[in-house]
T-cell receptor
Framework: SQQGEEDPQALSIQEGENATMNCSYKTSINNLQWYRQNSGRGLVHLILIRSNEREKHSGRLRVTLDTSKKSSSLLITASRAADTASYFC????????????FGGGTRVLVKP | GAVVSQHPSWVICKSGTSVKIECRSL??????MFWYRQFPKQSLMLMAT?????????EQGVEKDKFLINHASLTLSTLTVTSAHPEDSSFYICSARDTRADTQYFGPGTRLTVL
């Protein structure tokens, strides 16, 4: 099955800095979603961007989508220690029956 | 936001026993639920799609006789790991799709340790 790729795999930044992570995928999609996972916990939905959208904002989060390059980015501005977590992109493919395919994830460490 | 619960949150069992994990959508009806497993420091891998009132659809490589899924109501799906072995130790996460939205809501996960 298609598996998205995320980079970087790990990111370490100081509090207040911005964090950017990227996600690439392989097939046509209905939408792309970003999730956060704290260690050993479930996933928290952050933002959904549809295939006909190019950019979306939610609070300190900014997501872009480039369907021609089959890639997306997640920007967290003015990061906080509480943003420390793993971030995953997930795509809902056009032929996938609402199934989500997850990227490998980016582990973000925000140092106070 | 919508809430999905899982029970138990963690379980330790002996090799050869069976373990049942429940996934409930608490404030919405979910005709479709999904079961994932996640190994340490890895991503989520979809195991199967659970459809209310019909058989589950399993992903390639997932043994349907080992991972039994039952979706008997619009708010409950269960995953039973039969004859568990140490290699089945993992974090199992369910999600439920709210038919009113495009979003899947994830449960908090169940950590299974097989001794």
């Amino acid at each position: 099955s298609q598996q998205g790729e995320e980079d970087p795999q790990a990111l370490s930044i100081q509090e207040g800095e911005n964090a950017t992570m990227n996600c690439s995928y392989k097939t046509s999609i209905n939408n792309l979603q970003w999730y956060r996972q704290n260690s050993g916990r479930g996933l928290v939905h952050l933002i959904l961007i549809r295939s006909n959208e190019r950019e979306k904002h939610s609070g300190r989060l900014r997501v872009t989508l480039d369907t021609s390059k089959k890639s997306s980015s997640l920007l967290i501005t003015a990061s906080r220690a509480a943003d420390t977590a793993s971030y995953f992109c997930a795509t809902e493919g056009k032929a996938a029956g609402n199934k989500l395919t997850f990227g490998g994830g980016t582990r973000v460490l925000v140092k106070p | 936001g919508a809430v999905v619960s899982q029970h138990p949150s963690w379980v330790i069992c002996k090799s050869g026993t069976s373990v049942k994990i429940e996934c409930r959508s608490l404030d919405f009806q979910a005709t479709t639920m999904f079961w994932y497993r996640q190994f340490p420091k890895q991503s989520l891998m979809l195991m199967a799609t659970s459809n209310e009132g019909s058989k589950a659809t399993y992903e390639q490589g997932v043994e349907k006789d080992k991972f039994l899924i039952n979706h008997a109501s619009l708010t409950l799906s269960t995953l039973t790991v039969t004859s568990a072995h140490p290699e089945d130790s993992s974090f199992y996460i369910c999600s439920a799709r709210d038919t009113r939205a495009d979003t899947q809501y994830f449960g908090p996960g169940t950590r299974l340790t097989v001794l």
